[in-house]
Structure formats: structure tokens, C-alpha cells
């Protein structure tokens, strides 16, 4: 009659980057968790008496809004180009111990 499935209590996330600093002179860095339907900002100036927090050290904290003094948003840094340097450092004939010279039709007989 009633379907108590578990994938419709999920609780749907956002996440921000952000730096947080707070009274006691801690500044923690990591995630800021806040509803999907609501932003950073939404999730500061509601009714909710803490922020969920997930440190980049891997530790959740759920941190009381009265003790913070400070949010700032980090930018993640960008991933880096793939150079021609670097992808010459990746040689998967050497991985596979093959040569690089003979024809793949040799490699595709069974043993």
C-alpha cells in the first residue's frame, strides 16, 4: 500500500568550497553541505542552528552558526594541461611489455 523505499528519503545535496573561519581562531577549510533547492547563502541565513561541514582532512563537523566568523568561498584550482612532456613519460608498451613494432594481430593469437 505504501512504499517506504529508501531512495525516496534521500536528502539531496549541494556542496561549496568554502573557508570557514570561526571564534575560537580555527580555520578549517572543505565543503559547506546545504539543500539542492538552496544556495551558500540560503543555508547561512536559515532557520538551521548549524552549518554541516565536511573538512578537507576527511572530518565531518557540523558547526554552529553563533561561532562563525568568516565564510569564503575558494576556488578549486584548475586541473593542469596535459603537456607534451608529461605524456611522453606514459609509454604503455613498456606497461605491457610489447613491441611497439609488431603488428597487433600477433598479439590477438590465443596462447
Do not use: H, W
Not at 18 to 31: H, K, P, Q, W
Not at 42 to 56: I, M, R, S, W
Not at 62 to 75: E, F, G
Amino acid at each position: 500500500m505504501f512504499d517506504r523505499s529508501r531512495t525516496d528519503n534521500v536528502r539531496q545535496v549541494k556542496t561549496a568550497v568554502a573557508e570557514i573561519r570561526v571564534y575560537d581562531g580555527r580555520t578549517l577549510s572543505g565543503n559547506v553541505v546545504f539543500s539542492s533547492n538552496g544556495t551558500l547563502l540560503d543555508a547561512l541565513n536559515g532557520n538551521e542552528a548549524f552549518l554541516d561541514f565536511d573538512a578537507f582532512d576527511g572530518q565531518r563537523e557540523y558547526i554552529a552558526k553563533s561561532t562563525l566568523r568568516a565564510v569564503r568561498l575558494i576556488q578549486a584550482p584548475a586541473k593542469p594541461a596535459l603537456s607534451e612532456t608529461k605524456s611522453n613519460r606514459f609509454n604503455p608498451y613498456a606497461i605491457l611489455r610489447v613491441d611497439r613494432n609488431v603488428d597487433a594481430k600477433t598479439y590477438a593469437q590465443p596462447i
